[in-house]
């Protein structure tokens, strides 16, 4: 049983396309994230955010963006979609610091831009 | 310097057979630690938190040294279904409840 939930699992899109993956968590965790990740790659970090209205950029430069307007949901926004934006994106969401409970990912989305 | 360090193998083994992983981070801030399991195209899952006292949880067995600031897991008697990668993960809370994830050490558990 998923309590975090990323849709859509599977996206390919032509270029030039807006996008939205997105992403909600019922557990009621602040702590937001996203992350890129090529097949047999490491994770990259790309957006987080601390609770709503907050944002930051993460590790890896990336023409996307990101929203927390509710707890719940942390949906990323690509303006204009190109093949270098071929990847896998994962959610995750995270507890409060200091409870060490560890992340939750989502089932990730396999997005391809042709 | 990367945060968190791991070889990232693979390491082949047969079954049966025990297998250790080793993994190495920086920051002496560093408060939780993780290891989390990932197959192919499917998203990281956490296998198990390690604990300063060391801990075992089946086959697995996990230990954190905190004065050399590595971790390792130790897994007894692969099974098949073991085969994956094994991400080695490091929490700093008062840097933004940051998680820094090693790139992972792949695992092939071959009959």
């Known amino acids: 049983e998923a309590d975090i939930y990323q849709t859509p699992r599977y996206l390919v899109i032509g270029t030039g396309k807006k996008i939205t993956l997105e992403c909600s968590q019922t557990?009621?965790?602040?702590?937001m994230y996203w992350y890129q990740q090529d097949p047999g790659m490491e994770l990259h970090l790309i957006h987080y955010s601390y609770g709503v209205n907050s944002t930051e950029k993460g590790d890896l430069s990336s023409e996307s963006t990101v929203s927390r307007i509710r707890t719940e949901h942390f949906p990323l926004t690509l303006e204009s979609a190109r093949p270098s934006h071929t990847s896998q994106y994962l959610c995750?969401?995270?507890?409060?610091?200091?409870?060490?409970?560890?992340?939750?990912f989502g089932s990730g989305t396999r997005l391809t831009v042709v | 310097r990367k945060e968190v360090e791991q070889d990232p193998g693979p390491f082949n083994v047969p079954e049966g057979a025990t297998v250790a992983f080793n993994c190495t981070y920086s920051?002496?801030?560093?408060?939780?630690f993780f290891w989390y399991r990932q197959d192919c195209r499917k998203e990281p899952k956490l296998l198990m938190s390690v604990y300063s006292s060391g801990n075992e949880d089946g086959r697995f067995t996990a230990q954190l040294n905190r004065a050399s600031q590595y971790i390792s897991l130790l897994i007894r008697d692969s099974k098949l279904s073991d085969s994956a990668t094994y991400l080695c993960v490091v929490n700093i809370p008062f840097d933004g409840n940051q998680f820094y994830f090693g790139t992972g050490t792949s695992l092939t558990v071959i009959p």
């Open positions: 920051n002496s801030a560093s408060q939780s």
């Open positions: 557990m009621g965790h602040d702590k």
């Open positions: 995750a969401s995270s507890e409060s610091p200091g409870r060490g409970y560890g992340y939750t």
